[in-house]
């Protein structure tokens, strides 16, 4: 199991920036992929931006340009940082990170943490 605890979000004007944090703890040596997602009132939760142990990184297109993911293998965490924000980007945003097991994979979230932007 690994437990997910996020920091960093808040209320931020329109054109602003944040940097949200997720630490990882626990048996998180098996971990494949990191993430971000969020989830507005009334909508369902969509993929922000992900991170795999390569490097390799996905954006959503609603970001792409605007946030960067990266991450610190040596800490086992993973930051988002938020440039030039918009309402739109106003829901609150969760950790994921992907777990390998010899039987599959799991996600685990963390508990979300709230990012509001206003006009």
């Known amino acids: 199991q690994v437990q997910l605890v996020e920091s960093g979000g808040g209320l931020v004007q329109a054109g602003g920036s944040l940097r949200l944090s997720c630490a990882a703890s626990?048996?998180?040596?098996?971990?494949?992929?990191m993430g971000w997602y969020r989830q507005a009132p009334g909508k369902q939760r969509e993929l922000v931006a992900t991170i795999t142990n390569s490097g390799s990184t996905n954006y959503a297109d609603s970001v792409k340009g605007r946030f960067t993911i990266s991450r610190d293998n040596a800490k086992n965490t993973v930051y988002l940082q938020m440039n030039s924000l918009k309402p739109e980007d106003t829901a609150v945003y969760y950790c994921n990170a992907l777990l390998r097991y010899t039987f599959g994979r799991v996600n685990y979230w963390g508990q979300g943490t709230q990012v509001t932007v206003s006009s």
């Open positions: 626990g048996s998180s040596f098996n971990i494949d992929a």
